[in-house]
Protein backbone atom coordinates (compact mmCIF):
# COMPACT_ATOMS: atom_id res chain seq x y z
CA UNK A 1 0.00 0.00 0.00
CA UNK A 2 1.60 3.66 -0.98
CA UNK A 3 1.67 5.44 2.00
CA UNK A 4 -0.29 8.60 0.75
CA UNK A 5 -3.20 7.65 -1.31
CA UNK A 6 -5.22 10.04 -4.21
CA UNK A 7 -8.07 9.54 -6.25
CA UNK A 8 -6.70 8.36 -9.13
CA UNK A 9 -8.65 11.01 -12.02
CA UNK A 10 -8.62 12.49 -14.43
CA UNK A 11 -11.72 14.84 -13.27
CA UNK A 12 -13.26 16.59 -16.51
CA UNK A 13 -15.83 19.21 -15.18
CA UNK A 14 -17.26 22.05 -17.04
CA UNK A 15 -16.91 25.69 -15.08
CA UNK A 16 -18.59 26.64 -12.43
CA UNK A 17 -18.89 23.03 -11.19
CA UNK A 18 -17.54 21.92 -7.54
CA UNK A 19 -15.55 19.40 -7.39
CA UNK A 20 -13.57 17.61 -4.53
CA UNK A 21 -10.51 15.73 -4.23
CA UNK A 22 -9.52 12.90 -1.85
CA UNK A 23 -6.21 11.96 -0.21
CA UNK A 24 -5.52 9.11 2.26
CA UNK A 25 -2.13 8.29 4.25
CA UNK A 26 -0.94 5.47 6.49
CA UNK A 27 1.82 6.97 8.58
CA UNK A 28 -0.21 8.35 12.01
CA UNK A 29 2.98 9.74 12.60
CA UNK A 30 2.71 12.55 10.11
CA UNK A 31 2.43 16.16 11.25
CA UNK A 32 2.13 18.21 8.34
CA UNK A 33 0.10 18.26 4.91
CA UNK A 34 -0.39 20.47 1.61
CA UNK A 35 -1.67 20.76 -1.80
CA UNK A 36 0.34 21.48 -4.14
CA UNK A 37 -0.35 22.61 -8.16
CA UNK A 38 1.68 21.62 -10.71
CA UNK A 39 0.74 22.34 -14.27
CA UNK A 40 2.04 20.59 -17.25
CA UNK A 41 5.81 19.57 -17.17
CA UNK A 42 6.20 22.69 -14.86
CA UNK A 43 7.44 22.35 -11.19
CA UNK A 44 4.96 21.95 -8.13
CA UNK A 45 4.19 25.11 -6.58
CA UNK A 46 1.93 25.16 -2.76
CA UNK A 47 -1.53 25.71 -3.23
CA UNK A 48 -2.50 25.86 0.35
CA UNK A 49 -1.20 24.00 3.51
CA UNK A 50 -3.72 21.96 5.34
CA UNK A 51 -4.95 22.70 9.41
CA UNK A 52 -6.41 20.03 11.73
CA UNK A 53 -8.80 23.05 11.52
CA UNK A 54 -9.58 23.69 8.09
CA UNK A 55 -8.97 26.28 6.30
CA UNK A 56 -10.51 28.19 3.16
CA UNK A 57 -8.27 30.18 0.45
CA UNK A 58 -10.82 32.12 -1.82
CA UNK A 59 -12.65 29.38 -3.94
CA UNK A 60 -10.38 27.16 -2.37
CA UNK A 61 -11.08 24.41 0.90
CA UNK A 62 -8.81 21.79 2.73
CA UNK A 63 -9.56 19.70 5.12
CA UNK A 64 -7.80 17.41 7.61
CA UNK A 65 -9.55 14.72 9.75
CA UNK A 66 -6.75 12.90 11.38
CA UNK A 67 -8.63 10.63 13.06
CA UNK A 68 -9.35 8.86 9.54
CA UNK A 69 -6.07 10.13 8.04
CA UNK A 70 -7.70 11.77 5.46
CA UNK A 71 -7.30 15.15 3.49
CA UNK A 72 -9.73 16.90 0.97
CA UNK A 73 -9.86 19.56 -1.59
CA UNK A 74 -12.64 21.25 -2.27
CA UNK A 75 -12.75 23.72 -5.78
CA UNK A 76 -15.80 25.64 -5.92
CA UNK A 77 -16.64 27.60 -9.27
CA UNK A 78 -14.16 26.26 -10.93
CA UNK A 79 -12.32 27.94 -13.77
CA UNK A 80 -10.31 27.09 -16.83
CA UNK A 81 -6.97 27.92 -15.46
CA UNK A 82 -8.00 25.49 -12.37
CA UNK A 83 -7.14 23.00 -15.01
CA UNK A 84 -3.76 21.11 -13.71
CA UNK A 85 -2.42 18.25 -11.37
CA UNK A 86 -3.27 18.61 -8.11
CA UNK A 87 -0.74 17.00 -5.64
CA UNK A 88 -1.71 15.66 -2.08
CA UNK A 89 1.65 15.67 0.37
CA UNK A 90 1.97 14.73 3.86
CA UNK A 91 5.42 15.47 6.06
CA UNK A 92 6.72 13.12 8.36
CA UNK A 93 8.51 16.43 10.34
CA UNK A 94 10.91 14.24 12.50
CA UNK A 95 12.14 12.62 9.61
CA UNK A 96 12.66 16.11 7.47
CA UNK A 97 11.14 14.32 4.60
CA UNK A 98 8.09 14.83 2.17
CA UNK A 99 6.18 11.88 0.47
CA UNK A 100 3.95 12.92 -2.41
CA UNK A 101 0.73 11.60 -3.89
CA UNK A 102 0.22 10.63 -7.65
CA UNK A 103 -1.54 13.39 -8.17
CA UNK A 104 -4.88 14.44 -9.78
CA UNK A 105 -5.65 15.64 -12.98
CA UNK A 106 -8.05 18.38 -13.64
CA UNK A 107 -9.67 19.79 -16.77
CA UNK A 108 -12.34 22.59 -16.59
CA UNK A 109 -14.35 22.66 -19.96
CA UNK A 110 -15.73 25.60 -21.20
CA UNK B 1 15.95 36.67 -5.46
CA UNK B 2 16.08 33.93 -8.25
CA UNK B 3 14.70 31.11 -5.81
CA UNK B 4 16.19 27.89 -6.75
CA UNK B 5 18.02 27.64 -10.37
CA UNK B 6 18.71 24.14 -11.92
CA UNK B 7 21.30 22.92 -14.71
CA UNK B 8 20.94 21.78 -17.40
CA UNK B 9 17.61 22.01 -18.11
CA UNK B 10 17.65 18.92 -21.18
CA UNK B 11 20.33 16.23 -20.75
CA UNK B 12 20.53 12.95 -23.27
CA UNK B 13 22.98 10.54 -22.11
CA UNK B 14 23.85 7.07 -23.49
CA UNK B 15 23.79 4.34 -20.85
CA UNK B 16 26.46 4.40 -19.11
CA UNK B 17 27.89 7.96 -18.86
CA UNK B 18 27.92 9.66 -16.08
CA UNK B 19 26.54 13.74 -15.08
CA UNK B 20 25.85 16.05 -12.40
CA UNK B 21 23.01 17.91 -11.79
CA UNK B 22 23.14 21.19 -10.31
CA UNK B 23 20.81 22.81 -7.82
CA UNK B 24 21.40 26.42 -6.10
CA UNK B 25 18.94 28.52 -3.86
CA UNK B 26 19.42 31.58 -2.69
CA UNK B 27 16.70 32.06 -0.09
CA UNK B 28 18.94 31.10 2.63
CA UNK B 29 17.27 27.52 3.54
CA UNK B 30 18.53 24.76 5.55
CA UNK B 31 16.74 21.62 3.65
CA UNK B 32 17.41 20.94 0.11
CA UNK B 33 15.96 17.69 -1.52
CA UNK B 34 16.42 16.16 -4.89
CA UNK B 35 13.34 14.11 -6.43
CA UNK B 36 12.22 12.36 -9.66
CA UNK B 37 9.16 12.59 -11.25
CA UNK B 38 8.27 9.64 -13.97
CA UNK B 39 4.99 10.02 -16.34
CA UNK B 40 1.57 9.79 -14.39
CA UNK B 41 3.43 9.64 -10.93
CA UNK B 42 4.19 12.23 -8.33
CA UNK B 43 7.47 12.55 -6.72
CA UNK B 44 9.63 10.43 -5.16
CA UNK B 45 12.48 11.38 -2.57
CA UNK B 46 15.64 10.70 -4.06
CA UNK B 47 17.94 12.13 -1.34
CA UNK B 48 17.84 15.02 1.15
CA UNK B 49 19.86 17.28 3.30
CA UNK B 50 18.45 19.04 6.65
CA UNK B 51 21.17 21.42 6.59
CA UNK B 52 25.15 22.17 5.64
CA UNK B 53 27.31 18.70 5.93
CA UNK B 54 24.68 16.40 6.23
CA UNK B 55 22.60 14.11 3.64
CA UNK B 56 20.15 11.32 3.93
CA UNK B 57 18.74 8.87 1.56
CA UNK B 58 15.40 8.99 0.61
CA UNK B 59 12.75 6.39 -1.28
CA UNK B 60 14.57 5.94 -4.16
CA UNK B 61 18.62 6.43 -4.17
CA UNK B 62 20.08 3.76 -5.56
CA UNK B 63 22.14 4.89 -8.85
CA UNK B 64 22.73 8.21 -7.54
CA UNK B 65 25.16 9.86 -5.08
CA UNK B 66 24.96 13.48 -3.71
CA UNK B 67 26.74 16.63 -2.55
CA UNK B 68 25.61 19.52 -0.35
CA UNK B 69 28.94 21.95 -1.30
CA UNK B 70 27.89 24.58 0.80
CA UNK B 71 24.22 25.94 2.47
CA UNK B 72 23.62 27.09 -1.57
CA UNK B 73 24.15 23.96 -3.54
CA UNK B 74 23.39 20.30 -3.54
CA UNK B 75 24.37 18.68 -6.23
CA UNK B 76 22.87 15.22 -7.59
CA UNK B 77 25.35 12.57 -9.65
CA UNK B 78 24.85 9.80 -12.13
CA UNK B 79 28.09 7.68 -12.02
CA UNK B 80 26.45 5.23 -14.57
CA UNK B 81 23.26 6.40 -16.47
CA UNK B 82 20.73 3.74 -16.88
CA UNK B 83 17.61 3.83 -19.19
CA UNK B 84 15.23 3.36 -15.82
CA UNK B 85 16.57 6.97 -14.88
CA UNK B 86 15.01 8.74 -17.78
CA UNK B 87 12.84 10.91 -15.60
CA UNK B 88 12.43 14.47 -14.82
CA UNK B 89 14.43 15.98 -12.01
CA UNK B 90 13.57 18.41 -9.44
CA UNK B 91 15.41 20.20 -6.74
CA UNK B 92 13.65 21.64 -4.06
CA UNK B 93 14.66 23.74 -0.96
CA UNK B 94 12.77 24.93 2.42
CA UNK B 95 13.51 26.80 5.69
CA UNK B 96 12.96 24.66 8.79
CA UNK B 97 10.38 24.26 11.48
CA UNK B 98 7.54 23.08 12.97
CA UNK B 99 5.45 22.73 11.36
CA UNK B 100 7.14 22.32 7.59
CA UNK B 101 7.34 25.21 5.69
CA UNK B 102 6.35 24.88 1.82
CA UNK B 103 9.07 23.58 -0.56
CA UNK B 104 10.11 25.75 -3.16
CA UNK B 105 11.04 23.94 -6.45
CA UNK B 106 13.28 24.91 -9.34
CA UNK B 107 12.13 24.08 -12.85
CA UNK B 108 13.50 20.92 -13.57
CA UNK B 109 15.76 18.88 -15.41
CA UNK B 110 14.52 16.71 -18.22
CA UNK B 111 16.80 13.75 -18.87
CA UNK B 112 16.74 11.04 -21.21
CA UNK B 113 18.95 7.77 -21.16
CA UNK B 114 19.35 5.85 -24.12
Known amino acids: RKEVEQDPGPFNVPEGATVAFNCTYS??????FFWYRQDCRKEPKLLMSVYSSGNEDGRFTAQLNRASQYISLLIRDSKLSDSATYLCVVDNTNAGKSTFGDGTTLTVKP | NAGVTQTPKFQVLKTGQSMTLQCAQD?????MYWYRQDPGMGLRLIYY???????DKGEVPNGYNVSRLNKREFSLRLESAAPSQTSVYFC?????????????FGPGTRLTVT
Open chain 2, 27 to 31: MNHNS
Open chain 1, 27 to 32: NSASQS
Open chain 2, 92 to 104: ASRDTGEPSYEQY
Open chain 2, 49 to 55: SASEGTT
